[in-house]
């Protein structure tokens, strides 16, 4: 198992915004997860760092990585998967045998667990669909234990693992069979969206910002409430889709929470609604940064 000491987290996040972390893990099978997960007591465990806001000033705290952990198996129309398997090579390798029900996974820059923490979905598809169990790591009894579909509380942008007592080591999927054309087809339609609407990482970016208000759309509010003007020194709201910030590079994270806290109270005053955020803030923070964490999340921020 790979250990770096002393690392700097914004070369692995797609933000590229990041201080250093005390120590770095990244276990390449579950039993290496799992050992990890009952020796430590202080640790933040992550896939691709595509939904994360790293605080510049770093995190004191141990931080685990999935994205070694790659096995994955497919059996008829069941699929198992670790936590660390890349949502785009899952969604390829199940239409290659002409199995449906990832196709929305094609575009996402994440992993499994990620996708499974989030309730993952677009374009009428979502994780909570085709998801049958859960293989787990409960913190509090520190053993490994499975839930069913229905013990997950999906909902839109969440699961049980957003209560921070259940980590994600697997989970299996019920799939469909499908003309592998068909399949294809919708593939390509949601990487053509994504292409066209969504910046790619060559603009480095954290995804969506805000989640979708019930019934309503964040990208939408936001380009009504005028922040595709929204340009800071290092940081910009992206011009093809208001709910994107885009690093222009050698941003900080106090650039990202200041843009955040002018797109939330731009919505806010315009509409009386207060976004909720998507991208999760991780680390020590300034004075500042607490300030603005405690607008944008109500205090409830990572540490």
Request: aromatic share 8%; charged share 25%.
């Amino acid at each position: 198992m790979q250990v770096r000491d002393n690392f700097e987290i914004k070369n692995l996040t797609t933000f590229k915004i990041g201080g250093r972390v005390k120590k770095l893990y990244l276990p390449e099978t579950l039993e290496e997860f799992t050992g990890l997960l009952r020796e430590l007591d202080n640790y933040m465990v992550l896939g691709s760092c595509s939904d994360v806001l790293f605080s510049s000033s770093g995190y004191s705290g141990n931080v685990i990585i999935t994205t070694e952990m790659k096995n994955f198996d497919i059996k008829g129309t069941r699929v198992y998967a670790d936590c660390g398997v890349k949502d785009p090579l899952i969604s390829q390798k199940v239409c290659d045998v002409s199995l449906s029900g990832l196709e929305f996974l094609i575009g996402l820059p994440g992993t499994i667990g990620g996708a499974v923490y989030m309730n993952a979905g677009a374009h009428g598809q979502c994780i909570a669909d085709v998801l049958v169990s859960c293989c787990l790591f409960d913190k509090q009894t520190k053993e490994v234990v499975f839930k069913q579909n229905n013990e997950m509380d999906f909902s839109y942008r969440h699961s049980i693992l957003h209560e921070g007592r259940y980590i994600l080591l697997s989970a299996e999927f019920e799939l469909k069979k499908q003309e592998q054309e068909k399949i294809k087809e919708l593939m390509d339609r949601n990487l053509t969206f994504r292409k066209t609407i969504q910046p790619s990482l060559a603009f480095p970016n954290a995804g969506s910002v805000f989640k979708n208000p019930e019934n309503d759309s964040a990208g939408r509010l936001l380009d009504k409430a005028g922040v595709k003007n929204f340009d800071l020194q290092n940081v910009k709201v992206w011009d093809k889709h208001a709910n994107f910030i885009i690093n222009k590079g050698g941003a900080a994270s106090l650039d990202v929470l200041e843009l955040m806290v002018k797109m939330y109270n731009a919505v806010k005053d315009m509409y009386t609604i207060e976004l909720v955020p998507e991208i999760i803030y991780i680390g020590d923070k300034s004075e500042k940064e607490e300030e603005l964490c405690n607008i944008l999340y109500k205090t409830k921020t990572q540490k």
